[in-house]
């Protein structure tokens, strides 16, 4: 007689959120190369696109606390579900909203922002809920990689679909993508909690003292500044370093820029299967944190202050693997060490951290776009985000911790 292993539940569960985080990415990233073609249509400045690139983090930033602090008490599937529809219907919008008025184009970016806010917090719920203790490094690592394989497709595809459609036809369909999706949410996600009730996430009050005042919730909180500094930074300027440094065409210019994000995602999820690995060898949780976060950080600012000796697009595209794919470590950093310090408060956390993981994306993104215009060149912003990121290191490395604080 035979018998047939049934496909875990959380295996659904993880699959789902990665592919709502990729659909995020593919959202929020396609304006980077968009955005290239309407410079040119609108008449924009560098400093006019930054602020165009950089609208969504607006609404991004707003509901963080918000979107944990829901999902923390309603669970994970309402509010992600709710979220990726919402954002889908404002990414359709955005081409109309540029027709109109620049002011239009970026208050649809603030809405998509608003949308997109849920889609970690809620996904850390939802592994809080559904995953084993001994797999939430890997869970959060391969949820959070969708970041990188959503931007691997986006840039390309959106170059392409720029070059032979026109800049509004990648929000049309990608916006499709995300409607899509809901339907298999709705219809394969089942409800309640997968793991027991002393492991999961939610069902008490949140000690919002405690939590703002524990020195490791606020290791987690400056790092995460820190790594989305870099991760913003790239994800928004890439496709025009490229273009404007090595004078490729625009198609080229998403093709080169999605090249660090591949890295980025296979190095995501083998420092996921890492951590666990280390964590099962009974490492302590510590331990594992500060050394995925060291690696991640130090060694991407070590590849982007070599940046500048870039004299070709393949150099420049080798260095930026380099650091993208040490970036990737801080998925298995202070990625899932919100379990390690406050198992049932990780989806709060998540949010409250990602609010300063966003200002990257509000300033960080413009003052790039500010320094590229008065330095003529990109070293300027490598350096920064390279002392930023060292700066993460050295803080998590002194006061990041894997023990439980807060039960």
Same mark, same amino acid.
């Given at each position: 007689?035979?018998?047939?292993?049934?496909?875990?539940?959380? %295996?659904?569960?993880?699959?789902? @959120? #990665?592919?709502?985080? #990729?659909?995020? %990415?593919?959202?929020?990233? &396609?304006?980077?190369? +968009?955005?290239?073609?309407? !410079?040119?249509?609108?008449?924009?400045?560098?400093?006019?696109? /930054?602020?165009?690139?950089?609208?969504?983090?607006?609404?991004?930033?707003?509901? !963080?606390?918000?979107?944990?602090? $829901?999902? *923390?008490?309603? /669970?994970?599937?309402?509010?992600?579900?709710?979220?990726?529809?919402?954002?889908?219907?404002?990414?359709?919008?955005?081409?109309?909203? =540029?027709?109109?008025?620049?002011?239009?184009?970026?208050a649809a970016r603030i809405a998509l922002g608003l949308g997109e806010a849920a889609v970690f917090p809620a996904s850390i719920n939802m592994v809080g809920r559904w995953v084993p203790t001994a797999q939430r490094s890997r869970a959060v690592a391969l949820f959070s990689s969708g970041l990188s394989i959503g931007t691997v497709f986006s840039l390309p595809v959106t170059g392409w679909l720029v070059r032979d459609y026109g800049w509004p036809v990648p929000f049309y369909a990608f916006g499709l993508a995300g409607l899509v999706w809901a339907a298999f949410w709705i219809t394969k996600v089942p409800r309640g909690r997968g793991v027991e009730e002393e492991q999961s996430v939610g069902g008490r009050t949140?000690?919002?003292?405690?939590?703002?005042?524990?020195?490791?919730?606020? +290791?987690?909180?400056? *790092?995460?500044? @820190? &790594?989305?500094?870099?991760? %913003?930074?790239?994800?928004?300027?890439?496709?025009? %370093?490229?273009?404007?440094?090595?004078?490729?065409?625009?198609? &080229?210019?998403?093709?080169?820029? +999605?090249?660090?994000?591949?890295?980025? #995602?296979?190095? +995501? &999820?083998?420092?996921?299967?890492?951590?666990?690995?280390?964590?099962?060898?009974? !490492?302590? =949780?510590?331990?594992?944190?500060?050394?995925? !976060? /060291?690696?991640?950080?130090?060694?991407?600012?070590?590849?982007? $202050?070599?940046?500048?000796?870039?004299t070709t697009a393949t150099t420049g595209v080798l260095l930026m693997c380099g650091a993208a794919g040490s970036l990737a470590f801080c998925l298995a950093g202070f990625g899932p060490n919100c379990f390690d310090i406050a198992p049932r408060y990780a989806d709060v956390i998540w949010g409250i951290s990602n609010t300063f993981g966003t200002i990257p994306g509000i300033i960080g993104v413009a003052v790039t776009g500010w320094l590229v215009e008065r330095t003529g060149g990109y070293t300027a912003p490598f350096v920064v985000t390279a002392v930023i990121a060292v700066t993460g290191a050295v803080i998590f490395l002194r006061f990041g911790s894997g023990e439980r604080q807060i039960d």
């Open positions: 007689m035979t018998t047939t292993r049934r496909w875990p539940a959380h %295996y659904t569960v993880v699959l789902l @959120c #990665f592919a709502a985080v #990729f659909i995020s %990415y593919i959202d929020r990233t &396609n304006i980077s190369v +968009a955005s290239i073609a309407m !410079q040119e249509e609108f008449s924009w400045t560098e400093t006019t696109k /930054g602020i165009v690139l950089s609208s969504f983090f607006v609404g991004y930033i707003l509901l !963080q606390v918000v979107s944990g602090t $829901l999902a *923390n008490r309603y /669970g994970g599937k309402l509010v992600l579900g709710v979220a990726v529809v919402w954002w889908s219907l404002f990414t359709v919008l955005t081409p109309p909203a =540029a027709l109109l008025s620049l002011p239009a184009l970026i949140i000690p919002w003292k405690r939590l703002l005042s524990n020195t490791a919730v606020w +290791a987690i909180i400056i *790092n995460h500044f @820190c &790594n989305n500094w870099a991760l %913003y930074v790239l994800l928004a300027w890439l496709p025009s %370093y490229f273009k404007t440094t090595f004078d490729v065409t625009l198609a &080229n210019a998403g093709l080169l820029s +999605a090249a660090p994000w591949l890295l980025s #995602f296979v190095m +995501a &999820n083998v420092a996921g299967s890492l951590a666990d690995r280390m964590l099962r060898r009974g !490492q302590s =949780a510590t331990v594992v944190r500060k050394t995925m !976060q /060291g690696i991640g950080l130090l060694g991407g600012a070590s590849f982007l $202050l070599l940046m500048p000796l870039a």
